[in-house]
């Protein structure tokens, strides 16, 4: 009887959504100011004689978003946080400059398109293009993304390897969760190694992939197939590996190349 008169109050349904009120004003409080930084952010570039570029840094926000994750948390979801935080980022992105998203769907647009709002969120205008080269061409002008489907019959990718100002930065869906990488996110931005990455090398080397995966793999180089089409093949490569990394040199095939490195996808 003594454990029982002991016991802490259950508040009732009434004092729990009065908090919950006093919560949610807090939030869109500290939402607003967030937002208003990103235009002091802008200024303070502009300021910086950096007016004009593309703010977007892929790999700055993977290390903020594994940062939050790893801080103490009772009952918050890992999805959760992370689909607030790509919202938060997209839209102070949009603040800063131009920024949308064209998205090549190939055999299985919905997936892509959903793919592509998933990561960048409800900020930037997005469109549906018919063809790979429509979304590439987008993602050379002021603040653009590609999103492309890797579910299509034309090699893309090996287009990036003659354009040396675009990489691809991004696989998406980019939590393990939702099944393995069907679209690569391409734009006119720096890739920088997170410390938990993967690379995009595309090949046109003979014979079975399995043969150069063993080969890579005598060179210490972890790959595996991710898409090909067209006489090439595009390989994930297991960490960060520079363009002119020895042991890429060494591998099958006459033209081949990086075309980009992403951050791995989170393990949710």
């Not at 004003?25 to 990103?38: H, P, T, V």
């Not at 999805?79 to 997209?90: K, N, P, Q």
């Not at 400059?97 to 900020?123: E, K, N, Q, Y």
């Amino acid at each position: 009887m003594a454990d029982a008169d002991h016991q802490p109050a259950v508040p009732s349904l009434e004092e729990v959504r009065a908090r919950l009120d006093v919560i949610d004003s807090s939030i869109l409080a500290l939402i607003d100011e967030r937002a208003g930084l990103a235009g002091q952010v802008a200024a303070a570039k502009a300021a910086a004689g950096d007016a004009g570029k593309f703010a977007l840094r892929p790999g700055r926000e993977a290390q903020l978003i594994r940062r939050l994750l790893a801080r103490p948390r009772k009952d918050a979801a890992m999805g959760v946080i992370i689909r607030v935080w790509r919202e938060l980022m997209a839209d102070s992105l949009s603040r800063q400059g131009p920024f949308h998203v064209s998205v090549f769907g190939g055999r299985d647009p919905v997936r892509s398109l959903d793919a592509a709002r998933v990561r960048f969120g409800v900020a930037p205008p997005m469109r549906m293009v018919g063809k790979a080269d429509d979304a590439i061409a987008a993602a050379r002008t002021p603040g653009g993304v590609a999103v492309l489907s890797l579910a299509s019959d034309t090699p893309w990718w090996g287009r990036l390897l003659a354009e040396p100002n675009l990489r691809v930065f991004a696989a998406l869906p980019c939590l393990n969760a939702w099944g393995p990488a069907s679209a690569l996110a391409v734009a006119a931005v720096e890739v920088e190694p997170t410390g938990g990455d993967q690379t995009f090398w595309v090949t046109d080397a003979p014979g079975p992939a399995a043969s150069v995966v063993a080969a890579l793999a005598r060179d210490g180089a972890a790959a595996e197939l991710l898409a090909e089409a067209g006489g090439l093949r595009l390989f994930t490569l297991a960490g960060y590996y520079q363009p002119e990394d020895e042991r890429l040199a060494r591998a099958p095939g006459r033209l081949s190349g990086v075309i980009g490195a992403a951050p791995d996808p989170f393990d949710v």
